[in-house]
């Protein structure tokens, strides 16, 4: 069975930082590029970052450009999200996304889900 399993959610403060991860099993890891999506109460799931199956290549939205960085480790079929100088507009539910395909942005191209893990930051 296919798993994405995300961690490391929780309450932070203004400018602070966390660090998401999201275990992955059930499926090639390396054959699917990698993302995390967000949605906040009342608010459509919105792409945040994506990173390619070998990891060299990198996309992200513009609200997180210079604050927060994705990376992946194959041998581990694990990816990572570290988030720096939060502000109180990244507060979300924090979704890991696995998809076969290369368009990355998009999340109906996603194949595989996790579960959310919830980012708080209050103010």
């Known amino acids: 069975q296919v798993q994405l399993v995300e961690s490391g959610g929780g309450l932070v403060q203004p400018g602070g930082s966390l660090r998401l991860s999201c275990a992955a099993s059930?499926?090639?890891?390396?054959?699917?590029?990698m993302g995390w999506f967000r949605q906040a109460p009342g608010k459509e799931r919105d792409f945040v970052v994506a990173?390619?199956?070998?990891?060299?290549?990198?996309y992200y939205a513009d609200s997180v450009k210079g604050r927060f960085t994705i990376s992946r480790d194959n041998a581990r079929n694990t990816v990572f999200l570290q988030m720096n100088s939060l502000k109180p507009e990244d507060t979300a539910v924090y979704y890991c996304?696995?998809?076969?395909?290369?368009?990355?942005?998009?999340?109906?191209?996603?194949?595989?889900w996790g579960q959310g893990t919830q980012v708080t930051v209050s103010s």
């Open positions: 996304a696995a998809q076969r395909g290369i368009k990355h942005r998009t999340a109906s191209e996603y194949d595989y």
């Open positions: 059930g499926f090639t890891f390396s054959s699917y590029a």
């Open positions: 990173i390619s199956r070998g990891g060299l290549s990198t």
